[in-house]
């Protein structure tokens, strides 16, 4: 079936850019995702990408999609403390079928 | 703007005690989502609805679980008897039809004693 991976752990310095990776199985994937889940709350959508894209910018936000490789990664720029959290990739195929996440990065920001 | 509500927000239950969540979706969004959550690991789907009816409850462990949205429009989660293995966050996310995007409510954190 459909599986999604993720490095568990990423530690950076406050300013620093943080970069998360993503990999998945679905080659019928028609849209990506990243999530971040701060402790005991649910979680928020950060942003999403469609399948023919290869990039995608939203602020400090950074998305790269190699869909020849099945690879995803999302680059948060000038890392900030509050940025500290647990990321979530995830991967929808199609239309109509749920989402499919990870098992999370925790990003770990010391100052 | 717009919130998945659900409640309790935190439930303490002994093993073989019958337990409920509620979500309440955002207004008009017909697709309903039940996750749930196991500490250190991803959401993993238990339930999808698309108005009252159920498109997929593959991996919801029907001997203990149901789940209902007899209306379309609130949605209960039932573990009955809760076990050991239960303890976990269960997540609710909606869905307007035709977006890309799910919207989560904060959870229900369940632990069972």
């Known amino acids: 079936g459909e599986d999604v991976e993720q490095s568990l752990f990423l530690s950076v310095r406050e300013g620093d850019s943080s970069v998360i990776n993503c990999t998945y199985t679905?080659?019928?994937?028609?849209?990506l995702y990243w999530y971040k889940q701060e402790p005991g709350a649910g979680l928020q959508l950060l942003t999403y990408?469609?399948?023919?894209?290869d990039m995608k910018q939203d602020q400090r936000l950074t998305v790269l999609l190699n869909k020849k490789d099945k690879h995803l990664s999302l680059r948060i720029a000038d890392t900030q403390t509050g940025d500290s959290a647990i990321y979530f990739c995830?991967?929808?195929?199609?239309?109509?079928?749920?989402?499919?996440f990870g098992k999370g990065t925790t990003l770990s920001v010391s100052s | 703007e717009a919130e998945v509500a659900q409640s309790p927000r935190y439930k303490i239950t002994e093993k073989s005690q019958a337990v409920a969540f509620w979500c309440d979706p955002i207004?008009?969004?017909?697709?309903l989502y039940w996750y749930r959550q196991i500490l250190g690991q991803g959401p993993e789907l238990l339930v999808q609805?698309?108005?009252?009816?159920?498109?997929?409850d593959s991996q919801l462990p029907k001997d203990r679980f149901s789940a209902e949205r007899l209306k379309g429009v609130d949605s209960t989660l039932k573990i009955q008897p809760a076990e050991l293995g239960d303890s976990a966050m269960y997540l609710c996310?909606?869905?307007?039809?035709?977006?890309?995007?799910?919207?989560f409510g904060a959870g229900s954190r369940l632990t069972v004693l």
């Open positions: 995830a991967e929808r195929g199609q239309a109509g079928t749920a989402l499919i």
């Open positions: 679905d080659s019928s994937s028609t849209y």
């Open positions: 990408i469609f399948s023919n894209m």
């Open positions: 207004s008009g969004h017909a697709t």
């Open positions: 609805f698309q108005d009252e009816s159920v498109v997929d």
């Open positions: 996310a909606t869905k307007d039809s035709g977006a890309n995007v799910l919207t």
